[in-house]
C-alpha cells in the first residue's frame, strides 16, 4: 500500500507542474512571505466523515528565513470556538531536484507530519503527501494560492481514494501584517 501511495503521490506531483521537474533554482519561492502575517483559519471538524461543520479560528504566522534562506520556519497561533492550533512548519529546499519539503509539527500532541513535497509554478505552490487519518491512509494536497500583493490562500485537502477526489478541510487567508526587509516581489521573484 504504501509503495502505491508514493507512486500516487509522484504522478500527481508532476502532474501539477506539467511533468517532471527540471532542476530549477527555487530556493528563493517563499521570500515573499517572509515577515509577520494575520491568519483567518478554518477547519473541517471531521474530515472525510461526510460531515460539514466547520470551525474558525484567527491568530498570527510568523515567518523566518533560516539555513542561510535555504529553509524558513513558520510559526502558526490561532485561537478560536473549538481551541487553539499552535505549530510551526519547517520548510526545506532540495537543490538537486528544485523541490521544497514542507514538514509541520502541532504543539498540541508534539508529532511532526509526513513532508509533503511540491513547487511554485506560475506563483502557485502545490505540495503532495501522505498520512493516515483514523488508522486509514490517506493523501494529502496543499496549495498556496496569491489573492493579491498582501494575501494569500493556503488550503489542505485530503484524498482516501488516491487522489481521484479530493475533501478541502482546511482554509487559512493570510494577510500581511508587516514585510521583513527583503526586496523580492509577491512571487518570490
Same mark, same amino acid.
Given at each position: 500500500?504504501?509503495?502505491?501511495?508514493? %507512486? @500516487? $503521490? %509522484?504522478? $500527481?506531483?508532476?502532474?501539477? !507542474?506539467?511533468?517532471? =521537474?527540471? =532542476?530549477?533554482?527555487?530556493? &528563493?519561492?517563499?521570500?515573499?512571505?517572509?515577515?509577520?502575517?494575520? @491568519?483567518?483559519?478554518?477547519?473541517?471538524?471531521?474530515?472525510?466523515?461526510?460531515?460539514?461543520?466547520?470551525?474558525?479560528?484567527?491568530?498570527?504566522?510568523?515567518?523566518? =528565513?533560516?539555513?542561510?534562506?535555504?529553509?524558513? /520556519?513558520?510559526? /502558526?497561533? +490561532?485561537?478560536?470556538?473549538?481551541?487553539?492550533?499552535?505549530?510551526?512548519? $519547517?520548510? /526545506?529546499?532540495?537543490?538537486?531536484?528544485?523541490?521544497?519539503?514542507?514538514?509541520?509539527?502541532?504543539?498540541?500532541?508534539? $508529532?511532526? @507530519?509526513?513532508?509533503? &513535497?511540491?513547487?511554485?509554478?506560475?506563483?502557485?505552490?502545490?505540495?503532495?503527501?501522505?498520512?493516515?487519518?483514523?488508522?486509514?491512509? !490517506?493523501? +494529502?494536497?496543499?496549495? !498556496?494560492? =496569491?489573492?493579491?500583493?498582501?494575501?494569500?490562500?493556503?488550503?489542505?485537502?485530503?484524498?482516501?481514494?488516491?487522489?481521484?477526489?479530493?475533501?478541502?478541510?482546511?482554509?487559512?487567508?493570510?494577510?500581511?501584517?508587516?514585510?521583513?526587509?527583503?526586496?523580492?516581489?509577491?512571487?518570490?521573484?
Amino acid at each position: 500500500m504504501k509503495k502505491l501511495l508514493a %507512486l @500516487t $503521490l %509522484l504522478l $500527481l506531483s508532476n502532474a501539477a !507542474i506539467g511533468g517532471a =521537474p527540471a =532542476p530549477r533554482d527555487g530556493q &528563493h519561492d517563499f521570500d515573499w512571505e517572509i515577515g509577520a502575517w494575520g @491568519t483567518q483559519l478554518k477547519r473541517l471538524r471531521e474530515p472525510l466523515s461526510g460531515k460539514t461543520d466547520w470551525v474558525e479560528y484567527a491568530g498570527t504566522s510568523v515567518v523566518k =528565513p533560516v539555513m542561510g534562506e535555504r529553509a524558513n /520556519l513558520v510559526e /502558526l497561533d +490561532v485561537r478560536g470556538g473549538a481551541g487553539r492550533i499552535a505549530g510551526v512548519s $519547517l520548510r /526545506l529546499y532540495q537543490p538537486a531536484s528544485g523541490q521544497w519539503t514542507l514538514h509541520f509539527a502541532n504543539l498540541a500532541n508534539g $508529532l511532526m @507530519t509526513e513532508p509533503m &513535497h511540491g513547487v511554485f509554478k506560475d506563483g502557485r505552490g502545490s505540495f503532495y503527501g501522505q498520512d493516515t487519518l483514523d488508522g486509514r491512509a !490517506i493523501l +494529502v494536497r496543499f496549495l !498556496i494560492l =496569491p489573492m493579491d500583493a498582501g494575501r494569500w490562500r493556503f488550503e489542505q485537502a485530503y484524498s482516501k481514494d488516491g487522489g481521484q477526489h479530493w475533501e478541502t478541510n482546511w482554509i487559512a487567508i493570510d494577510t500581511r501584517r508587516e514585510r521583513a526587509s527583503t526586496n523580492v516581489s509577491p512571487t518570490g521573484k
